[in-house]
């Protein structure tokens, strides 16, 4: 499986981007991490692919949502009222089977490249 992660940028505080990865391959569940200079991987959301079942980290509940395309095979990250904090690089990771949810970096199979998240206050 290959994640072609794109959608990253600069923008303001309190401003929104959208973050796509695109898949090669099924999977059971997919994620969206983050790593800040000097911290270690976080985890951001989680989708499960089938059921839509989604999961997300207290600190972006309510400003960031992820969502899946079947067609296209691609999981987007809506962030909305970014803020500093959340500057960092964005990493869209894949499990290709399991059950239940995971967000641990540990339990993710694949990993795409990162993209650079900038918020500017």
């Known amino acids: 499986v290959q994640l072609q992660a794109s959608g990253g940028g600069l923008v303001q505080t309190g401003g929104s981007l959208r973050l796509s990865c695109a898949a090669s391959g099924s999977n059971y569940l997919m994620g969206w991490f983050r790593q800040a200079p000097g911290k270690e991987r976080e985890f951001v959301a989680g989708i499960i692919w089938n059921s839509g079942t989604t999961s997300y980290a207290d600190a972006v509940k309510g400003r960031f949502t992820i969502a899946r395309d079947n067609a296209k095979n691609t999981v987007y990250l809506q962030m909305n009222s970014l803020k500093a904090e959340d500057t960092a690089v964005y990493y869209c990771?894949?499990?290709?089977?399991?059950?239940?949810?995971?967000?641990?970096?540990?339990?993710?199979?694949?990993w795409g490249q990162g993209t650079q998240v900038t918020v500017s206050s």
């Open positions: 990771a894949a499990r290709r089977y399991g059950f239940g949810f995971f967000s641990s970096s540990l339990d993710y199979n694949y």
